[in-house]
């Protein structure tokens, strides 16, 4: 085993925990760790947009009124603030970092809109890609000397006495044993798409952060809300960015019926996301699938029609990497062929539930990013938002825990609890049960999928939960069939299916509760919103891995409060 120290310990070296370690390291020691080298994390693989509000001559409130809209009226709107308030100054210090927007020739800032929003608050870096963002952050780290943890994969937190005193981790390339005590950790692994069969989600999003912060006392908030983006390709599940319908694309059934106008009639295609995916499943679900499987997004006309656009290197870009995708991975061309797509999972709008500043209810443990819930996104996200919660509440994690390891002591830890995860391992390790882990985690996703999706109901939630109860006892005996210590990625698999375990028991749970539509939460028997009775947060509490204790919390409103929802 072996200890090391820092001030403040991040877990994740995407978009949040980077921008974390940067405001952070100016004033104390930071040690990142991450289960992939920053590159790799899933934020490389969005589309480089951020929200910047207001836009020129809109109203300051129209962002947070969409947001709060899109959101269907579940966001926390003192969350909401802080996105409106707070992004035209972090553009200046990511482009004082060396971070690029588009800009026309006179110096504005090229904005657009996204799906389920008019104003025009979005902009986009320079590549298009958000991997501009993590590379630039990642230079400044280096140049700051913070240590990164690269391949680690961290399997607890360490707590005691409701404090967060460090957690342990497990070098995948050696297979060494670390304990790495810190007066702060801040949790910033992302999300837990991994948990469905059909996701645009990275195989790296498998929820561990959020999963060893619930089974350290850490509360997790609105679990049941997951957004199924609208285009993802069918059989492979890459996605299909926004842009392609901010340009003109629509989609199409088996009739080539343009059918959004039945679902969303002033926004089409345009509208949020939980409607276009709801729409384009009931297209599916009553037999008006091409196929009777997926749905046809149309571009053919675009290289036609935006052919001046096209000498504008950023539309030019996202049109050849939308044809590019199609060719290699659907074997279409889009000037001449519709490109199959389905809803596809894609981000987690619940998690660790964390005020403002990304404090939870665990004295020393910060969050940030998808993993967390500020109630910012609500019950569904808009397109945009993620990235712009990740530098935004990123970097107030990472203010608050400099400032919070001023007046903390750098305590013992636990070593109860390190045995315990040691033993853990090494029982994984040696393993010789009669499951294997492929097999529980393909049987997963494949449930969650069929019954914990985009529409849900009563019976088929209850047998979800009971067959996901059912392989969390399977679990207990596994055979991960490889003893050995160098880069085993049976062990990471298997620790990787414990944490999707107890993140889709507390989906199902909460979806099973909740007795409403809200945003991307579909019940079939209850296809209304119910403000009276379900406009609330759902909050999960660890209970030594028997059924989730759930309780509620009052939505923090402020301005604008509910209102029928229209696109």
């Not at 800009?103 to 320079?126: D, E, K, L, Q, Y």
């Not at 830890?413 to 045995?419: A, H, M, R």
């Amino acid at each position: 085993m072996i200890t090391k120290v820092h001030d403040v310990v991040i877990v994740g070296a995407g978009l949040a925990g980077l921008r974390a370690a940067e405001v952070s390291c100016k004033t104390v020691d930071v040690g990142i760790v991450s289960k992939v080298y920053p590159v790799r994390s899933h934020t490389v693989s969005a589309t480089g947009a951020l929200h910047i509000s207001p836009a020129p001559g809109e109203d300051p409130n129209e962002y947070m009124r969409e947001t709060i809209k899109g959101g269907d009226y579940l966001n926390d709107q003192d969350a909401v603030e802080v996105m409106a308030e707070e992004g035209f100054p972090e553009l200046i210090r990511l482009e004082d970092m060396g971070i690029v927007f588009h800009r026309t020739i006179s110096g504005a800032i090229i904005r657009s809109s996204p799906g389920g929003m008019t104003t025009r608050t979005a902009t986009i870096v320079s590549s298009g890609w958000a991997q501009e963002l993590v590379c630039t952050l990642q230079e400044q780290l280096y140049k700051r000397r913070v240590t990164f943890y690269n391949e680690f994969f961290v399997t607890s937190l360490l707590v005691k006495d409701g404090i967060c005193r460090g957690i342990t981790a497990y070098d995948i390339a050696d297979g060494e044993f670390y304990v790495i005590r810190a007066k702060a950790v801040i949790i910033a692994s992302g999300g837990g798409g991994r948990v469905y069969s059909v996701t645009s989600n990275s195989h790296i999003c498998t929820g561990d952060g959020t999963a060893i912060a619930f089974r350290a006392g850490a509360l997790l908030k609105d679990m049941e809300f997951v957004q199924f983006h609208p285009t993802v390709l069918y059989g492979t599940g890459i996605l299909i960015s926004e842009t392609a319908r901010v340009l003109g694309g629509y989609l199409v059934n088996a009739q080539g019926e343009r059918f959004m106008d039945k679902y969303a009639p002033h926004f089409k295609e345009m509208a949020p996301r939980d409607v276009v995916s709801q729409g384009m499943q009931k297209e599916i679900d009553e037999g008006r699938g091409i196929e009777g499987k997926y749905i046809g997004i149309d571009l053919r006309l675009l290289r036609k029609r935006f052919r001046r656009s096209m000498n504008i290197p950023m539309f030019k870009q996202r049109f050849d990497a939308f044809a590019e995708l199609a060719k290699n991975f659907a074997f279409v061309d889009i000037d001449k062929e519709l490109v199959p797509v389905i809803p596809g999972e894609h981000f987690t709008m619940g998690g660790i539930k964390t005020n403002i500043w990304g404090e939870t209810n665990v004295k020393g443990l910060f969050a940030a990013g998808e993993c967390a819930c500020t109630g910012v996104q609500g019950a569904n996200r808009e397109g945009a938002n993620a990235l712009t919660e990740c530098v935004l509440f990123g970097r107030r994690a990472g203010l608050k825990a400099a400032e919070f390891i001023k007046k903390a002591e750098l305590l013992d830890f636990p070593l109860e609890s390190v045995n315990s995860e040691l033993e853990k391992i090494n029982t994984l390790l040696s393993s010789k049960g009669n499951y294997d882990v492929s097999k529980i985690r393909t049987q997963l996703q494949d449930t969650m999928w069929k019954y914990s999706s985009l529409f849900r109901n009563q019976q088929g939630l209850e047998k979800c939960l009971r067959i996901v109860k059912d392989l969390k006892e399977k679990f207990k005996d596994i055979n991960i069939g490889d003893s050995s210590k160098t880069f085993n990625t049976a062990l990471i698999y298997a620790l990787e299916l414990e944490n999707l375990l107890d993140l889709a028991e507390c989906i199902v749970l909460g979806a099973l509760n909740r007795k409403e539509h809200r945003g991307a939460h579909y019940r079939e028997d209850f296809p209304e919103r119910d403000d009276e009775n379900w406009l609330k947060h759902s909050l999960f509490t660890y209970n030594n891995g028997n059924t989730p204790i759930l309780s509620y919390e009052p939505v923090i409103i402020k301005d604008f409060p509910p209102k029928a929802r229209e696109y």
